[in-house]
Nanobody, 117 residues
Framework: QVNLAESGGGLVQPGGSLRLSCAAS????????MCWYRQAPGKQREMVAT???????RYLPSVKGRFSISRDKIKNMISLQMNGLKPEDTGVYYCNIHQPFYGKDYWGKGTQVTVPS
């Protein structure tokens, strides 16, 4: 069992910045991949950024160059630094951990990010 807790969401004006954090607890393996997803109102959940055990990061094209994901393997935490925020970045941001060894995925409860137009 893995528990994920996000923090750092809020309301920010266009062009502003936010930093999201996710603390993972439980049975976490070093090979697990950790990700950030988001879901805008009326839209499907989409992957925003992912970072694997080797530190390789991948991003949704629309956030590349503005967002940066980082991982602290000792503390079992990931962060998402979001710069140059746009109204289309509005949504609930979820932390996800994918455990390929167990074939399981776990999700946090989400944190709201709002960028008014």
């Amino acid at each position: 069992q893995v528990n994920l807790a996000e923090s750092g969401g809020g309301l920010v004006q266009p062009g502003g910045s936010l930093r999201l954090s996710c603390a993972a607890s439980g049975h976490i393996l070093s090979v697990d991949t950790m990700c950030w997803y988001r879901q805008a109102p009326g839209k499907q959940r989409e992957m925003v950024a992912t970072i694997d055990v080797g530190g390789t990061a991948r991003y949704l094209p629309s956030v590349k160059g503005r967002f940066s994901i980082s991982r602290d393997k000792i503390k079992n935490m990931i962060s998402l630094q979001m710069n140059g925020l746009k109204p289309e970045d509005t949504g609930v941001y979820y932390c996800n951990i994918h455990q390929p060894f167990y074939g399981k995925d776990y999700w946090g409860k989400g944190t709201q990010v709002t960028v008014p137009s």
